[in-house]
Nanobody
Framework: QVQLVESGGGLVQTGGSLRLSCVIS????????RGWFRQAPGKEREFVAT????????YYGNSVKGRFTIARDNAKNTFYLQMNSLKPEDTAVYYC?????????????????WGQGTRVTVSS
């Protein structure tokens, strides 16, 4: 019954920024880790970012480290992915996900619920 809904994707030029949002329908799961993954055309799903339940621990994929930031807003039952200095290789469908536990994780199999995805396209 838990649903995650992403928003904020779109078309942006190289070097630009986007902020993705993920709204969780069920507040019971607010204390579980959150994550972002992406899948580019013709490529495997890739880990992007994760944050633990308290917000004190974050991990990032090597390709986005230093450019992307994951954050959460418990009052709004929402978490975010701030993407800066975007590159054409960041073009992908981005998925938010809710983990089975409270620990931040880069492993897709540790996430129980997934959003439908929001498309990000970065032009050259």
């Amino acid at each position: 019954q838990v649903q995650l809904v992403e928003s904020g994707g779109g078309l942006v030029q190289t070097g630009g920024s986007l902020r993705l949002s993920c709204v969780i329908s069920e507040r019971t799961f607010i204390n579980y880790a959150r994550g972002w993954f992406r899948q580019a055309p013709g490529k495997e799903r890739e880990f992007v970012a994760t944050i633990n339940w308290s917000g004190g621990i974050t991990y990032y994929g090597n390709s986005v480290k230093g450019r992307f930031t994951i954050a959460r807003d418990n009052a709004k039952n929402t978490f975010y992915l701030q993407m800066n200095s975007l590159k054409p290789e960041d073009t992908a469908v981005y998925y938010c996900a809710l983990a089975r536990g409270s620990s931040a994780s880069s492993v897709a199999g540790e996430y129980r619920y997934w959003g439908q995805g929001t498309r990000v396209t970065v032009s050259s």
